[in-house]
């Protein structure tokens, strides 16, 4: 019986990738962070002072929102659902809330 024995990681885009002994990669998949989502939108809230700035239906079906701190840029985005789970899909930093002005209709008067 052969063992395998990790011998580094590697990080590419969301794949971890372990690299045992032979050089050979092991992928695995990242875990994704759920919890019920008034649960998870509390969490953000008093560990990052993170609030609800975006919430909208994706072409896919999905109900997205974004929750951002506009004082440190902090941000996460989360799928919820339809029974109420929310799962982290994305979190950054440098996030900021951008000025839009919608434009005129067509073919009214500019």
Partial sequence: MTTNKIVGACIFGSTLFLIDASGAALAQQPQQACAPADEMTTM?????????????????????????????????????????????VDAGSDGELMEYEAPAPAGSPS
């Fill in 44 to 88: 953000l809230a008093e560990r990052y002072g993170e609030a609800l700035v975006f919430a909208g239906l994706s072409a896919r079906g999905h109900a997205v929102t974004i929750l951002l701190n506009p004082e440190t840029g902090t941000f996460t985005a989360l799928i919820v659902s339809p029974n109420g789970r929310a799962c982290m």
